[in-house]
């Protein structure tokens, strides 16, 4: 069983039966609202949620915000550019020059500043600073087109990182019912607790998910991460924005940042770029994907190959296959130290997270089982890494769909139990039908008391499977023998 999640972005052009194919391999599907209308991500939120029954299986759906996405949005006799070329920048249409969405960012323009145009392909310097507009040098040939993002790695943007479009979407995001929301343009916490307060006026708790993809938010990650519910490492803008031999050493020390506090993290962008339209990966890519695993990321995400790729299925595969084979030579865990783990709060669910794992390598246990309300304690135990499966047992299936999304944690959903025996009994039969766990297998289990009340797991039980079965039906005898 792959412990290591897949994150797959989808567009309403696929087939409900491709769709379908996909579902039985990625483990959360992202809807990117820059692209798109309501009925496109509603076909598709609507075919998940019907895959899921099909396949028998919880998917969690991250919706990403556009953020102030900049684009050329005119262009005037100036399609194509050579280096050395010089074009104009301007808030007002010229003879030679371009226009963006945002053109209060000319103002903030310095003489040396780089202006890159499509990821980059395409850079220029300004070379002059003119009253609104500004004359940019071209550093490399290419076509310019419109809508084509635009890059400014030097300058400090004047832009928000919540717009009013992004607003309007958490309406969409709240009517669809999405399970994770990513912000874009992270640069500082308040970017995190304005959207939180944004989706507290819709009636909308959902974790927020930060996307680090500019070079503001590098020297102030702990505090990011401290406020967000979960990281993605976008390397895509990254390596845009800073130098390209930087990315690597970020992306690690973010995992690593991310390992300490106890928060998930995706890796994302260009994972098997070749794929999208290519039936195999290079071997860089494939060594890319287990280097992430070993770095310890809990999800790795698919963009273009699953999004509009040739080949999303045969994409998946791959990242499935490798995931699998890497995960056999992560190193053998030992029995923990309670000093290596900066997350834990000193409060009873991180102590019992950590004597979990503990007793489950002391006594080599087949899984460790967690009842969970809200999903913290499954993460937890998550960021231990431990060896066996984690399983989360909740009766939400909000929360079962959110711990899709952890490291090696197992969704399985149970009735909602007013006394500890009934859901102990609806565990012992949910585990034994879903799993391949047997009767008389040593689990450690995690449990709150009393039961149904989120933010109370205060018991660990090592349990052999199967002892709660006769419970039922001996309540059920002794209800007929009082009739």
């Known amino acids: 069983m792959r412990k290591t999640k897949i994150v797959a972005t989808l567009s309403s052009k696929i087939s409900y039966s ?13 809807i990117n609202l820059s692209h798109g209308t309501f009925d496109d991500y509603k076909y598709i939120v609507d075919s998940i949620r019907q895959i899921e029954k099909q396949v028998n299986k919880y998917i969690p759906i991250l919706f990403d915000l556009s953020g102030p996405k900049i684009r050329v949005t005119s262009i005037n006799n100036v399609d194509s550019v050579n280096r050395g070329d010089k074009i104009i920048l301007s808030k007002e249409p010229t003879d030679r020059g371009i226009m963006i969405n945002f053109p209060e960012i000319i103002d903030h323009l310095k003489e040396g500043h780089r202006i890159y145009i499509d990821d980059g392909k395409i850079r220029f310097k300004v070379k002059e ?9 071209c550093l490399t040939k290419g076509i310019i ?3 084509k993002g635009v890059n400014f790695p030097d300058t400090k943007l004047p832009l928000p990182s919540l717009t009013e479009k992004d607003i309007d979407d958490i309406k969409i ?16 916490k308040n970017d995190i607790l304005e959207l939180r307060e944004e989706l507290q006026k819709n009636d909308l708790n959902i974790p927020i998910i930060a996307k680090i993809e500019r070079p503001e938010a590098i020297p102030i990650l702990n505090e990011i ?14 390596g845009v924005e800073l130098s390209l031999e930087k990315v690597p050493i970020i992306q690690k020390k973010i995992i690593e940042l991310c390992r300490e506090k106890g928060k998930p993290v ?28 070993f770095d310890g990321c809990d999800a790795l995400m698919l963009s273009g190959e699953t999004a509009y790729g040739q080949y999303p299925i045969e994409s998946l595969k791959v990242l499935d296959s490798v995931s699998k084979e890497t995960e056999l030579h992560l190193k ?26 503990n007793t489950a390598l002391n006594l080599n246990a087949k899984a460790i089982v967690c009842f969970t309300v809200s999903g913290h304690t499954a993460s937890l135990i998550s960021k231990f890494r431990p060896k066996k499966t984690v399983y989360a047992v909740s009766y939400k299936i909000s929360t079962l769909r959110k711990v899709c999304l952890f490291y090696g944690v197992q969704p399985l959903k149970v009735k909602k139990s007013s006394n500890t025996d009934d859901l102990m009994y609806e565990m012992e039969k949910s585990i034994l039908k879903n799993s391949k766990l047997k009767e008389k297998d040593l ?21 052999n499977l199967g002892g709660y079965l006769p419970y039922k039906a001996k309540k059920l005898l002794n209800k007929k023998m009082r009739v």
Do not use: W
Not at 173 to 188: C, Q, T, Y
Not at 452 to 462: D, F, M, Q, S, V
């Open 18 to 30: 491709i769709l379908r194919e996909m579902a039985k391999i990625f483990d959360c599907a992202r």
């Open 129 to 137: 600073i003119k009253r609104g507009f500004v004359i940019l040098e």
């Open 145 to 147: 087109s419109l809508k």
């Open 173 to 188: 995001i709240k009517e669809l019912d999405g399970d994770f929301v990513a912000l874009s343009f992270v640069r500082h």
């Open 225 to 238: 991460i401290d406020v967000s519910d979960g990281i993605m490492v976008a390397r895509g803008d990254l």
């Open 266 to 293: 995706i890796v994302a962008t260009q994972i098997l770029e070749t794929m999208v339209d290519k039936p195999e990966p290079t071997r860089a890519e494939v060594s890319d994907i287990a280097n992430a695993i």
């Open 332 to 357: 053998e865990q030992k029995i923990i130290s309670i000093e290596d783990y900066h997350f834990l709060k000193g409060d009873p669910t991180s102590a019992i997270a950590f004597s979990a794992v």
């Open 443 to 463: 689990i450690i289990m995690t449990i709150g008391i009393p039961v149904a009340e989120e933010g109370n797991t205060n018991i660990l039980k090592i349990h």
